[in-house]
């Protein structure tokens, strides 16, 4: 059964801390996707992973960094975080971009 | 400037009517327009899709319409069935998925008894 995961669910942190937010995958997929969802923006693109070690910006990738060393694995890092990264953020996997169920990111 | 625009924002139907969703778009490199649909608080989940050698493509109830010349294409849902209320992405990719998709803003559809 084809999944993708997302850690973790929910997230509280206060303005300036560091993120981590996780993407896993089982199909393996060489393309990956971050995206976050905010409501009256729909959702917008922030990263791409072609493969490990091969990560190209998306529409809004300013404020986050990415980390692919494994196939299965997509990491997105936001580095002292701020207010306005509260959102809702997906990973997607493959070509027909199978969702994760996303993580809830409050800043506060 | 929005890529890709969908309307209405809304919409709202009884069980047995047809709904139709529209989308039209700016790029034309976009070579891949999938339609995913998003139930509250769930993650989105591709529902069809068409590329633009076709016109249209059919599965069960859902059909899309496709106007390359005109950059539209529009959602049918045929028979639409309460268990069809969700929010309807149109989005739209070039390059064979190597740019992500780029998608509207959604149309929110509402399917009463």
């Known amino acids: 059964d084809m999944k993708v995961t997302q850690m973790p669910r929910y997230l509280i942190k206060r303005m300036g801390e560091n993120v981590l937010l996780e993407c896993g995958q089982d199909m393996s997929h060489e393309t990956m996707y971050w995206y976050r969802q905010d409501p009256g923006l729909g959702l917008q693109l922030i990263y791409i992973?072609?493969?490990?070690?091969?990560?190209s910006e998306g529409d809004i990738p300013k404020g986050y960094r990415v980390s692919r060393k494994k196939r299965e694995h997509f990491s997105l890092i936001l580095d002292s975080a701020k207010t306005n990264q509260t959102s809702v953020y997906f990973c997607a996997s493959g070509s027909k971009q199978f969702f994760g169920p996303g993580t809830r990111l409050t800043v506060l | 400037q929005q890529q890709v625009r969908q309307s209405p924002q809304s919409l709202t139907v009884w069980e047995g009517e047809t709904a139709i969703l529209n989308c039209s778009y700016e790029?034309?490199?976009?070579?891949?327009f999938p339609w995913y649909w998003q139930f509250p608080r769930e993650s989105p989940a591709l529902l069809i899709a068409?590329?633009?050698?076709?016109n249209k493509k059919e599965d069960g109830r859902f059909t899309i319409f496709f106007n390359k010349r005109e950059k539209k294409l529009s959602l049918h849902i045929t028979d639409s069935q309460p268990g069809d209320s969700a929010t309807y992405f149109c989005?739209?990719?070039?390059?064979?998925?190597?740019?992500?998709?780029?998608f509207g803003l959604g149309t929110r559809v509402s399917v009463f008894p």
């Open positions: 790029d034309s490199t976009f070579d891949y």
């Open positions: 068409i590329r633009p050698v076709s």
């Open positions: 989005a739209a990719s070039a390059d064979n998925y190597a740019q992500g998709l780029t």
């Open positions: 992973s072609y493969d490990v070690d091969s990560n």
